[in-house]
């Protein structure tokens, strides 16, 4: 047996993911929708697992471990096959446990035609009709084993084992995965989770939030940023709300009156169809109704305020049950950071983590972490650094493709020659050193702009975006000057918070301070980004201003920019004025004009 032992960890849901992981923590992680360029693509993610095996120069021969998300569809083709329930207890897979074998003749038609509606069109993606592919890649080689880790139970592992923390409350919170929809664990040294309570699916406090996302218009399961930031307009503060009582926390569980019904979303939206297999909450034709007598905005603001008092009620009893004050999260719940901050604010935890991929794609991660874990192979505690656990391409690759381009003009460039950019009033696209895991771009597949102007929002929703108004633009700002834009706590690495913007804040950088008076920061060190640090320092040395305005680098409606092409692609467009990528600046050539 080698000494190092390594996970490959999968998730096959939405947001589909692969991830490499080993005793040292997160190897390599990378969505799928970054590479096939399907937005929250649901399926098997054979890009990324090839891609992070390659990024780290090994071969499944190197692994000893593949752990999937989910405790349902064990494959009878692989003998060494172990189920993490929620209770984190590791056995054989019984009956209920196994997938299904689609006909070998038709393996995808049988798979649609078993798994029903939703997966209507979709069937080739799903994993039992991708044995042969697993096949070929060496999954069933003797050599490896099989977890699979219950999907809230990997949620609970990717905030836990990464924390930091020897012991914690640890939380999850989504839509629903595995018939659970939020959990409450304790976690103790060693990294061993004890599951004290879960939610079902049927009573989620994330399938509230998703059926009034969709009621308000958006498209669900992606959109409830944008539910959030329409909320803030809503200035009716405390009384009366039309959802009260819609769900309920008592006890560390949550309980809907109406029990949540699912419906196939692109037959109920045959207009607005999506390029995924995704349900719908039926409820959301009721909430739809409430439009009839309240504006949005307010429809808005009561569902995030129903919400919160939801996930604070539900922390609150977390921390009783559990006897625990330091808390770990995940879970894509974790991801509205106005509750985050509530709780925070309210509850007042000694230490509050929320791991920054803390949607589906993170599952990959947790479900790889957590049989590491069983296995005794996992160091503890782990401390996440930045998150950027994505691919890369070398500076040669980089030149080659941008000589190649003859409709550009490239010139080198550092920080400072972007900081000027900047003062300018350009918009910048940025592709530098490994990608970002997670929903959020943290510097390195971001889009950057001046934030003392607030007119560069609507300039870079009209280039770019294509968005809403309502939907904030988020700062990164410097560790040095953190304690200016606002009071408390600074160390947020990971846009997982939101906080209120001190006067200063309003005043100096209006771009990135929301209608409410809030921000969502990443604080940037030296130490986390040297480079973005230095374009900081730059920029503060010019203006006086340690900040930049920072979105994610893709066009509305897109996945977040994975390769060089995809940024050139950008820039093309006129989607962004110009494009810092290693050691260049590039711009429009051509007699193009930026903007």
């Known amino acids: 047996m ?60 190197d692994v000893d471990i593949v752990a999937f998300s989910s405790q349902f569809g064990v494959l009878p083709q692989h003998e060494d096959s172990l189920v993490v329930g929620l209770d984190a207890r590791a056995r054989v897979p019984s009956a209920e446990n196994m997938a299904f074998q689609p006909d070998a003749a038709d393996p995808v038609g049988s798979v649609e035609r078993r798994l029903g509606e939703i997966w209507a069109g979709f069937g080739e993606r799903h994993p039992y009709a991708r044995v042969e592919e697993m096949a070929e890649l060496g999954f069933f080689r003797r050599h490896l084993r099989h977890y699979h880790v219950h999907h809230h139970l990997s949620h609970a592992a990717s905030a836990f084992l990464l924390s930091g923390l020897e012991d914690a409350c640890v939380l999850t919170v989504d839509g629903k995965g595995d018939k659970a929809s939020a959990t409450i664990y304790r976690g103790t040294p060693g990294g061993a989770l004890t599951m004290l309570r879960s939610s079902a699916s049927r009573d989620s406090l994330g399938c509230f939030y998703q059926a009034v996302t969709e009621a308000l218009g958006f498209v669900p399961i992606d959109s409830e940023y944008k539910t959030m930031g329409l909320a803030a307009l809503d200035a009716q503060g405390e009384g009366p709300n039309a959802f009260d009582g ?8 949550f309980s809907a009156a109406d029990k949540w019904q ?22 959301s034709l009721a909430y739809g109704e409430l439009l009839q007598r309240m504006t949005p905005v307010v429809v808005a603001g009561e569902a995030q305020r ?11 009893d977390a921390m009783a049950i559990s006897g625990c004050r330091s808390l770990a999260a995940a879970g894509g719940g974790f991801l509205n950071v106005k509750a985050n901050r509530r709780i925070l604010d309210t509850l007042r935890p000694d230490h509050f983590f929320v791991f920054p991929d803390a949607a589906d794609s993170g599952n990959a991660a947790g479900a790889a972490l957590m049989a590491l874990q069983l296995e005794g192979a996992l ?14 391409f070398t500076a040669d690759r980089v030149e080659h493709l941008l000589m190649q381009s003859s409709d550009i003009e490239v010139s080198p460039a550092g920080p400072e020659d972007i900081a000027q950019a900047l003062t300018r009033g350009e918009v910048i696209g940025t592709f530098q050193g490994r990608m970002e895991a997670g929903p959020r771009a943290l510097g390195n597949r971001s889009v950057l702009a001046d934030p003392r102007h607030a007119s560069v929002k609507d300039r870079i929703n009209g280039l770019l975006k294509g968005r809403d108004p309502f939907v904030p633009f988020a700062p ?15 160390d947020y690495r990971y846009m997982t918070f939101a906080v209120e913007a001190s006067q200063y804040a309003r005043e100096t950088v209006p771009a ?29 040395g010019l203006t006086g201003v340690g900040v930049v305005l920072n979105t994610s680098f893709n066009r509305h409606g897109l996945p977040i920019v994975g390769s060089p092409e995809d940024a050139l692609d950008h820039l093309r467009q006129g989607w962004v004025d110009s494009l810092w990528i290693g050691p260049w600046r590039v711009v429009r050539g051509g007699g193009a004009t930026p903007g």
């Open 512 to 540: 990135v301070v929301h209608v409410d008076g809030s921000m969502r920061p990443q604080v940037m060190g030296e130490r986390d980004n040297p480079l973005l640090h230095a374009l900081l320092g730059a920029f503060r």
């Open 262 to 283: 699912f419906r196939c979303y692109n037959r109920a939206n045959p207009q607005r169809r999506l390029p995924n297999p995704m349900n719908s909450v039926v409820q």
């Open 476 to 490: 990164i700002v410097m560790e040095e000057e953190a304690s200016r834009h606002w009071a408390g706590p600074t």
């Open 379 to 392: 160091e503890s505690p782990l401390r996440l650094p930045m998150p950027y656990f994505g691919n890369d």
């Open 246 to 253: 819609v769900v309920s926390c008592r006890d560390g569980v």
């Open 306 to 316: 129903h919400f919160e008092d939801n996930m604070l009620a539900f922390v609150r």
């Open 2 to 61: 080698r000494g190092r032992r390594i996970a490959l960890g999968i998730n096959c849901a939405h947001d589909a993911s692969a991830t490499l992981c080993d005793g040292g923590g997160i190897l390599a992680s990378i969505a799928e929708e970054r590479l096939n360029r399907i937005k929250h693509y649901c399926g098997f993610p054979s890009l990324a697992v090839r891609a992070v095996l390659d990024y780290c120069g090994l071969t499944i021969d």
